[in-house]
């Protein structure tokens, strides 16, 4: 069990990685944004899903935050941005925060889900073998 919220760790990581990247190669924003948006939705749905089919998973922070992430930012962001594709982002209002303010709740969201994992990471390895591996999880 330790081994999947390492690699949920990691995979955290690489989606800011790759979401940094797109970044920078895509000039169009409104496309960078929904590449990333869909890399972050991506990730909470993979989250939810196996919080959904394990109960160990279920029952770890990084479910809870997880779920926050997909229900609460990442899906509102990307569904009022497509909503407001004229607009400016700084113009979008999202929960009545504009664009801009409500990215960086989601920042600080998407830093919680990692500091929720790296807990979720020590809580299970201190239990060591006892719940090291359940079947049926792909990472």
Known sequence: MSRWFRNLLILEFAVIGVVAAIFKIV???LYAGAMAGTLF???GVWIVFWGLRIQAVRRSASFVVGAIHLFLVALPMMIVRFLNVSAEFADVKIFGLSGPA?????SVVYLLLIAATLFDWYRF???GALGSRVDGLPL
């Open 125 to 127: 390895r201190r239990k």
């Open 41 to 43: 939705v991506a990730l």
């Open 27 to 29: 000039t169009a924003r």
């Open 102 to 106: 409500f990215h960086r709740l989601s």
